[in-house]
C-alpha cells in the first residue's frame, strides 16, 4: 500500500507515524512545503516570552531523525498543487527550484493544516508585521524584541494565541494592547459575561484591550508606527495578526472532494467522500460531539486524536472518532480560563431547556498557601438533568476542572452523578467538597427550587431592575443598600412586605442563600440571589 | 420533627446544617464530646509543619458562630453514653460536671466519628508521644518541635496521615523515620510497585522508610527516648501513632443498630436498619461504588456527600448515595501519589478478566518549565473494555489524572472512550495527547495485540528470567545488556533467532516498543517490551 501524506506537523507525521506502526509494509511518504516538521506550534508564545529559553526545544523531530524513527520517508521544500483523483496522483512544485513532480498514491491523506489570516488592508508588509504560526515567526519576533526594536505592540485578535503572545510579550516589558472586532474577547469560547470579567482582569494585569474596534490600516515608513483601528490609531513598533487561520485547501478545488467552509469534510473514520483519501487535523471538519454538527477544531490534541485513527483505519481496522467539544484552556495574564461543551447560546439555540449557574469556589482548602478561588459555569438540560458545558476563570488548575466536564459530558453524566462523584481531596489539591461538586449542588438546588437566583448574565441584561438590593455580607459592601446580618433574621424583615422583590447579594452568593432560606421560612416568594455575588458583579462601577 | 446529632465535625454539621436549610421548622440539635466542630482535620499535619501558619485556620466555624448561622443547637463537652431506640432518647454524660442528661428524639443521626487507634503496648503514655486527630494534638507538635525538643522522630504507620505528617516533620528539620507493619506504606491504596517506588523517592528525600516493621514498645524515663521495633531500637525524641483510626461506636453496643467491623452499617439512604436512625461520616460504612460490597471511607470528602445526602433523605426527599471509588491523593516527600478504584488485585479478587498498564508520560508540554512526569497505572477489564482502578505518581497535578479516572470509571468508560476525549492542553497544563489518553492507547496498544510487554510487576515477579535483555535507549544505559539502535533495526538481529526470548527495554518504554514493531515484522515472535522502561524499574540495584 502507498499512502501519501500532505502535510507535516502535528495531524501529518501522527498518521503517518502510526500507520507505520500498524503496517510496516506500507510505502509512507510525507510531503511538506515547510523545511520544518513536527513543531511544537502551541509553544510558540511562551517562546516569544522567554518561558521557553531554547528554541530548539520547539522542534519535535527533524525530518531525517523522524524518518529514521519511524520509517516514513518525507519529503521537506515539496507543495502539492493538485490532486488527481481519477489516477490518483498529485502534482507537487518544489519551492526551491520550482520543478514539478507527480506521485501517486493508493491512499491520500490530507493534512495541509492552515495558514494565518492576513487581512487585505494596507500595511500589513511593513516590517514590525507578525504572524504566529511556525517557529520562524516566533523567532523573529522575539529577536526584535530582545534588539530594543519593540516597546509598544498591538495584538489584533483576542483569541487564544493573541492573548497568549499578549501575556508573553507584557512579561518582556512590551506595552501591550489587544483589540478585537467582536464584543468581547474570546468570541464563541466564553460566555459573554465570563469573557467581559477576563477582559477587566487583564486591564488590571496591564494588558489594554479594546473590543467592537477593527483593524483599518497599519501605517508606517518601512515599519510599523501606528495601527489605525475603527476607534483610533494606536502609537505601535509592531502588530502581531491573530485573526485566526484560514484552511490550505485551496489546491483541492475542483477535484470533487466534499468541502465546507473551505475545510474538507471528513466522515468519523477520518474519510472523505473518495474512499481512497483521508484528511485530519487544521485543514479538516470534524464534528462536535454532543450537536453532531460539523465543528472546526484546529488544536494539537484533535490532530493527534484524528490521526491516531486515521492510521487505525488506514490499516483496516474500524475506529470511529466521536468529535470534540470544544475544548480550550489558556494562560492569561492574572487569569487563567477554560471552556467545553456547548456555551449557554450554543446550548439554547441546540433546542435546550437550559439551566446555567455560575459560582465562586475555592480551588483548595482555603488556608493552604496558594488557594485561591474558581469561578465555575455550568450549563446544564433541565429535563434530563445532563451537562452540557462548562467554563471556568481562576489562577488555579482551569485544566482540572474542564478535564473532569470533558469526561463527564463525554459519558453523559447529569448534575446529580457530578455532585455525589468520590473526588480526589487533600488540603494541597482542592477542597473537602471539591469545587465541582459544590458547583453541581448549588444547581441542584437551582434545579430542585431550593435556590431562585439570577445569574450575572441576567443581571447584566437587568432582570433585577425592579428589585431592591438587600446586601448579606457579613459586613455592609454595596454602597447604598442595605445591609442585613442574617444571623438576626428570625421572623419577618421589618421594611418589606413578604411579596417585596429582593435582590440577595453577599460576596459570594452563599450567605445571600441562606438569607433566602430563612427569607422563604418567614414567607417572602420573591426574592432573588445573585449568583457570583459581589465577587463576579462589580456594584461600584459600570453599575447599570 | 425533633433530629438529634451525635457528632460534630464534618458529617454532622453539614448533616445538620443542611436539614435545617432543607426545613428550617426542623428543631436539629448537635450533641458533642469535644469543644470544638467543624475543624479542619485534614490540614493538622500541615500546620505541624508551618505550611498552615497559623492555628485559627483549622478552625471552620465556632460552635456559636455555626449556630447562628444555621440555627442548629450545639451542645458541646456532651457525650453520648447509650441509645434506647424503643423510647427514641438517647442518654449523655457532661463532660466536665459527670452530669447525665437524656435526649429525644424524632430521627436520630450517628456522626460520632472515629478515633485514632492507640497499640496496647508499653510506653503510649510518655510525653512526646502524639497521635493527630484533633487541632490540639498539631498545635502541640507543633508547639513541642518549636521549642527545640523533636529532633528525631519515629512514626508508627505508613498511611496518609503518617505520611504526610512525616513530610512536615521533615519540612521543620527533623530526622524522621516512617515504620509500617505491611510489607510496604500505604498497604491496600498503592499497588506494591509503586508503593515500593514511592519509598524510594521518600528515601532520597531523607526520610527513613522501614516496612515489615512491627512497634513493640516506646522507652524512655518520663518522655519518649527510644522506639523499639521488631527489628531494632530506634532512637527518637517524640512518636507519631498513625496507626489507623477505629469507629466511635462503642455506645452503640446491644442497641440492635446493624454494625459491621465496628462500624454502622447504612443502606444509599444513609439510613440504619432503624428507620428513624441515620449513620454518616467516619463512623458508618459505605459500599464501594463498583463492586458493590461495604468499604470504608473515613474521608472529609466522603462525610460532606453523605452528609447532604442524609439531609435530603431526613427532609423527604430521596438521595442515593452511589458509594465510593476509594479515591486519595497525597503530597508526600519528593512526590505526590493518587489512587481511586480498584487496585490490580482488588480487581481480579473481584472478579475481573484484570489487564493493567504501567506508562511514563510527560506532565505538561516537555518543553515548558516545571514540566515533568506521570507514573500512570491503569486497571481495566479485558471483556467489557472498562476502566476499573488508576494509580498515579508524580511532582504534578496527580489530582487530576484521578478526577478524570473518578469520573470516568463512574461513569463505566472504556479504554477506548478514554482515548478519544478532547481533554484540555495549553502547554502550561498538559501535553497535545493528554497524558490518560496516551496511558490508554497503550493500553489499547496491549489489549489489542500492537504491544506485547511485562508489567513492572511482572518483571519483578520474575517473569522476565528466562529473557535476554536488550537496551532500545538511544544510548546505552543498563550495564551488561546488548544496546540496540532501534533505527538501524531493517531485518532480524544477526546475534538472534526470531524465536528468542527478548525483553525490550529502554528509557520509558517507547523506543522499545517501536523496536517490538520491527521485530514482529521481521518474523520475531517471542519479544516483551517492559512498561515505564529503566525510568520505574531500577537495573542497577536490587536487580532480581
Known amino acids: 500500500m502507498k499512502v501519501l ?4 506537523v502535528a495531524a501529518g507525521t501522527k498518521t503517518a507515524a502510526k500507520l507505520k506502526r500498524e503496517d510496516r509494509s506500507a510505502e509512507v511518504t510525507i510531503l511538506t512545503k515547510g523545511k520544518e516538521i513536527s513543531y511544537a506550534g502551541c509553544g510558540l508564545p511562551y517562546y516569544v516570552g522567554g518561558v521557553i529559553e531554547d528554541k530548539s526545544a520547539l522542534i519535535v523531530n527533524t525530518p531525517e531523525s523522524f524518518s529514521r524513527l519511524t520509517g516514513v520517508a518525507v519529503q521537506t521544500g515539496v507543495e502539492v498543487v493538485s490532486v488527481d483523483r481519477e489516477n490518483k496522483t498529485v502534482k507537487a512544485v518544489r519551492v526551491e527550484s520550482g520543478e514539478e513532480s507527480v506521485f501517486g498514491y493508493d491512499k491520500l491523506v490530507i493534512a495541509s493544516g492552515a495558514s494565518p489570516f492576513v487581512p487585505p488592508c494596507k500595511g500589513t508588509d511593513l516590517e514590525g508585521v507578525y504572524v504566529m504560526r511556525t517557529p520562524k515567526d516566533a523567532i523573529s519576533l522575539r529577536g526584535a524584541v530582545e534588539e530594543g526594536k519593540i516597546r509598544r505592540a498591538v495584538v489584533v485578535g483576542g483569541g487564544f494565541i493573541g492573548l497568549e503572545v499578549a501575556e508573553n510579550l507584557a512579561l518582556k516589558g512590551v506595552k501591550v494592547s489587544v483589540i478585537d472586532f467582536a464584543r468581547t474577547i474570546l468570541p464563541g469560547f466564553l460566555d459573554e459575561e465570563l469573557a467581559f470579567y477576563t477582559e477587566n482582569v487583564m486591564l488590571d494585569n496591564g494588558i489594554n484591550v479594546a473590543t467592537g474596534v477593527a483593524l483599518e490600516e497599519i501605517i508606517g515608513d518601512g515599519r510599523v508606527e501606528k495601527v489605525k483601528t475603527s476607534k483610533r490609531a494606536m502609537k505601535a513598533d509592531a502588530c502581531i495578526l491573530a485573526m485566526g487561520i484560514r484552511p490550505n485547501t485551496g489546491y483541492l478545488e475542483n477535484t470533487g472532494i466534499e468541502m465546507f467552509k473551505g475545510t474538507v469534510l471528513v466522515d468519523e473514520h477520518m474519510r472523505t467522500n473518495d474512499p481512497a483519501i483521508y484528511a485530519v487535523g487544521d485543514c479538516a471538519m470534524v464534528k462536535n460531539r454532543l450537536t453532531g454538527k460539523p465543528q472546526w477544531s484546529p488544536m494539537g490534541s484533535t490532530a493527534n486524536i484524528a490521526g491516531r485513527g486515521a492510521a487505525m483505519n488506514l490499516a483496516g481496522h474500524e475506529i470511529s472518532y466521536p468529535g470534540v467539544l470544544g475544548t ?31 459560582t465562586v469556589v475555592d480551588d483548595k482548602a482555603h488556608y493552604y ?16 438533568r445532563k451537562i452540557l458545558g462548562a467554563q471556568v476563570l481562576g489562577k488555579g488548575a482551569v485544566d482540572k476542572v474542564m478535564d473532569i466536564a470533558v469526561t463527564g459530558i463525554s459519558l453523559g453524566m447529569t448534575v446529580d452523578q457530578l455532585s455525589a462523584m468520590d473526588f480526589s481531596y487533600a488540603p494541597p489539591f482542592s477542597t473537602a467538597i471539591h469545587p465541582m461538586a459544590q458547583t453541581a449542588n448549588v444547581l441542584l438546588n437551582k434545579m430542585d427550587g431550593a435556590l431562585d437566583s439570577f445569574t450575572p448574565a441576567e443581571y447584566a441584561a437587568g432582570a433585577a431592575e425592579s428589585y431592591t438590593i438587600l446586601d448579606a455580607a457579613p459586613a455592609s459592601t454595596i454602597p447604598g443598600a442595605r445591609h442585613i446580618d442574617l444571623t438576626a433574621v428570625e421572623g419577618p424583615l421589618p421594611d418589606y412586605p413578604q411579596d417585596a422583590k429582593l435582590l440577595l447579594v453577599c460576596t459570594k452568593g452563599k450567605r445571600a442563600y441562606l438569607l433566602q432560606n430563612r427569607l422563604k421560612f418567614y414567607g417572602y416568594t420573591n426574592t432573588k440571589v445573585l449568583e457570583g455575588g459581589t465577587f463576579f458583579t462589580s456594584f461600584e462601577e459600570d453599575e447599570e
Chains 1, 2 share one sequence.
Open 328 to 358: 480550550g484552556v489558556a494562560k492569561l495574564p492574572g487569569i487563567c480560563i477554560g471552556r467545553t461543551g456547548l456555551g449557554e447560546s450554543q446550548a439554547k439555540d441546540a433546542g435546550h431547556d437550559v439551566v446555567t449557574v455560575l
Open 5 to 8: 501524506v500532505i502535510g507535516g
Open 369 to 384: 498557601p496558594g488557594a485561591s478561588s474558581f469561578i465555575i459555569k455550568l450549563i446544564a438540560d433541565k429535563s434530563t
